[in-house]
């Protein structure tokens, strides 16, 4: 894994602020903050993220401007800037938690007895002056009980309505104070009331404001775990480093190490920033940043990543980057962001849950006035126990929900596996794609020249006509040279002596090996010298097939054998390819190669189409013509002249064994090497928004279906009403069901077509 799988500060990160919010409870909230943000001077983009309750804003507007524009808005804010921060607002989200269930266990105290007399029929008469004291009782116990328990829903009720907006507490708190309000004209003045209406709502309103906490309380345990994956990248970051300083070594906490400091990893240590090995070896799981499972082995003048651990040796490096500069932390910063972005069925439904609240509060008051003038006696108490269910059933919770939550996880389900997705966008776009261009150097094949075969004629073996080969080109700094001299290396042949070296331009290499004249080149080079070759031309004809350039060697004017090198298609490139056919996905290469080259290399591995003899400042405009043809396009790339192709691709993919420009191009940077990471963030993404499209439907299913319901309309069919508390519940369970969804892309396996 290449350290330039990193990213570079841009002049925008500087000015990228990161917000906990407090106070929101539905997706007319995330409406609210996102105004008041972007009405700050300065501001040029502002996302609010409801599963998180954390805001994304970028611009120049200084942190105070912005906490104080949200808590204009009646909500709080407070700066995040780092992993103690991130700690604080877990710890204090465990506190609200707790919180939470002590509300509901309040509420439901008063509110269940309540409910079992009245189902049993237990409870006194209100005709009574018995029943009269009784229920008055009940009715300031029930007060204490929604002053405890829904003190946080009023008064977040009360705020909106300051700023003239309307939330999930706006509706909450109209219902169960309705129903409170209704419930103590009836105790105080029964005879106000027509005998058949007499009756009062104490237990449903806290046992409602008993199963909101409850829903509450569940949702956030259950959004706990979506932010797993942060804290699992959180967690890889080590706590302290063994520093050498003053000619000794100690442990220091990991935020106090400085750049060039030298630091000593033992075996089973996690490294605790990047850096340059300096003394010893060892071999490293890099599987956190890559998701490849086979340890790297590191020695003098390697780079390491802070998060990796030491599986063998000891070993010195010296630090290269801390703190936010580290790899690790960019991830991190990368991951969050991503997780904060909306793709645009995301930003579809905040706009339908900005008019949802004052669409439902009409819908309540069009329905009390329908059963009070239209309904059957006792008409006042109908009217009040379907409106106050229609406002407790339509909460918005689900469908603020149903798209930041799905992100969250899906987002950090890739970056488990070292696949990192910049925005939501690319989340949405790459559930659509038709076809994947992909470049050919460095993404199907290895990047490097290799020796593939070595065909000895009679006479000579494998060995002595690479040992010689090897020899002659030890001086010389060409890629075919160094693909033989490494292949030698491989085999532990060492090179001999050479006399009278010869460096023939364009053609090969001429020297003196032990007394004997050797020649190793191009055809050109044998057929210059006089050496008969003919014999070879059967496998010259097969190295073609295989895009491999054969390189001949003589010995005293006799060919003795031919070594073939060609830049090696990655193991895992045919599978992957295979994978994205099984996806139903159209695969084109790009290259600047050799027609016949790159066709043999598209053969070997069954791509689809090949356009060759590219020049680089091209390639953008080759997406740009399939996209004209009505492709919707996926570039995969790893150099710096694949950047513009990346940005003009539908989605982007940045093999992360490549350059810093291409991965700031791309919309998926891709840590390890492998294409299977390509079909891997397709598969992520196409499950990604399934689930978005699941819970959206979910949520606007039971809106559409429940407020007709609470509003009355099975009664005149079937003389059926919904239980107010029944709405509560059913409200609660919806943002459990939509957060639980969610978390089902938690188990999502990644890899499974791929072994």
Not at 114 to 131: H, K, V
Not at 380 to 401: E, Q, R
Not at 422 to 447: C, F, I
Request: aromatic content about 4%; glycine content about 10%; proline content about 4%.
């Amino acid at each position: 894994m290449s350290m330039s799988a990193t990213h570079h500060h841009s002049a925008q990160d500087s000015s990228h602020i990161r917000l906990s919010i407090g106070g929101m409870s539905c997706a007319g909230c995330v409406s609210s903050v996102e105004t008041a943000l972007r009405g700050v001077p300065g501001v040029t983009a502002a996302t609010v993220n409801l599963g998180e309750r954390t805001a994304e804003v970028s611009g120049t507007a200084a942190p105070e401007a912005l906490i104080a524009a949200v808590k204009a808005a009646s909500y709080d804010a407070a700066e995040l800037r780092g992993v103690e921060d991130d700690e604080a607002k877990q710890a204090a989200e465990q506190a609200h938690y707790r919180r939470l269930l002590r509300k509901t266990a309040v509420a439901a105290a008063i509110g269940v007895p309540l409910f079992l007399g009245e189902m049993l029929g237990w409870l006194p008469p209100l005709s009574t002056a018995g029943g009269q004291i009784f229920w008055l009782a009940v009715g300031a116990m029930s007060l204490a009980a929604m002053v405890y328990s829904a003190g946080h829903l009023f008064a977040g009720a009360w705020k909106a309505f300051k700023v003239h907006n309307a939330n999930m507490d706006t509706l909450i708190a109209l219902g169960t104070g309705a129903a409170w309000v209704y419930s103590m004209i009836v105790a105080v003045f029964p005879a106000a009331v027509p005998s058949l209406a007499q009756h009062a709502y104490f237990e449903a309103a806290v046992i409602i404001i008993a199963l909101v906490n409850f829903g509450a309380a569940l949702e956030m345990r259950a959004r706990g775990r979506t932010s797993e994956a942060i804290r699992r990248l959180i967690g890889l970051q080590a706590k302290t480093a063994r520093v050498l300083r003053e000619g000794e070594e100690r442990d220091i906490p990991f935020a106090k190490l400085g750049l060039d400091d030298t630091v000593r990893v033992r075996p089973g240590e996690r490294v605790p920033v990047d850096g340059v090995v300096i003394d010893g070896q060892s071999t490293i799981d890099e599987s956190m940043l890559s998701g490849e499972p086979m340890p790297v082995t590191k020695k003098p003048g390697d780079e390491v990543v802070g998060g990796t651990i030491n599986l063998s040796g000891s070993f010195l490096f010296q630090a290269k980057r801390i703190g936010r500069d580290t790899v690790l932390a960019r991830i991190i910063e990368m991951v969050r962001r991503a997780q904060a972005t909306k793709p645009a069925i995301g930003r579809l439904a905040d706009k339908v849950s900005a008019v949802f609240v004052p669409s439902i509060m009409l819908i309540a008051v069009v329905t009390f006035l329908l059963w009070y003038n239209f309904g059957p006696e006792p008409r006042l108490s109908f009217a009040v126990v379907t409106a106050m269910t229609v406002l407790i059933i339509a909460c918005p919770c689900a469908l603020g929900l149903a798209t930041p939550i799905s992100i969250m996880v899906g987002v950090g389900k890739a970056a488990e596996f070292g696949i990192l997705i910049r925005n939501g966008e690319a989340l949405q776009q790459a559930a659509r794609l038709t076809t994947v261009v992909l470049d050919k150097t460095g993404t199907v094949t290895e990047g490097r020249p290799a020796v593939t075969r070595i065909l000895p004629l009679a006479g000579w073996d494998e060995n002595a006509l690479l040992q010689l080969a090897a020899s002659v080109e030890a001086g010389s700094e060409h890629p075919l040279a160094a693909a033989v001299t490494a292949a030698a290396k491989t085999r532990a042949l060492s090179a001999s002596a050479v006399e009278q070296f010869e460096a023939l331009s364009g053609r090969g290499v001429c020297a003196r090996v032990g007394g004997k004249t050797v020649l190793f080149g191009n055809r050109k080079l044998m057929d210059e010298r006089g050496v008969a070759a003919a014999v070879v031309e059967q496998q010259i004809d097969a190295l073609a097939q295989e895009a491999a350039t054969p390189m001949y060697l003589a010995v005293d004017g006799v060919l003795a054998g031919l070594i073939a090198v060609a830049d090696p298609i990655k193991e895992d490139s045919e599978a992957a390819i295979a994978r994205m056919h099984k996806l139903g996905l159209k695969v084109v290469m790009i290259t600047g190669d050799h027609r016949l080259t790159a066709a043999a290399v598209a053969r070997r591995v069954g791509i689809d189409e090949v356009i060759a003899e590219v020049l680089p400042q091209d390639k953008a405009a080759c997406v740009t013509d399939l996209q004209a043809s009505g492709a919707v396009v996926a570039m995969v790339g790893d150099g710096v002249n694949d950047a513009p192709a990346l940005a003009q691709a539908d989605v982007g993919y940045a093999i992360g064994t490549g350059t810093d420009v291409a991965i700031e191009s791309a919309d998926v940077a891709l840590m390890g090497g492998s294409l299977h990471g390509v079909v891997d963030a397709i598969a992520v993404s196409q499950a990604t928004l399934r689930n978005i499209k699941q819970n959206l439907f979910g949520a606007f299913i039971y809106n559409g279906v429940g407020i007709p319901v609470a509003a009355g309309l099975l009664y005149p069919l079937a003389g059926v009403l919904l239980n107010p508390m029944i709405a509560g519940a059913a409200m609660a369970l919806s943002s459990v069901t939509v957060v639980s969804n969610a978390n089902r892309l938690r188990w999502f396996k990644l890899r499974e077509a791929a072994a």
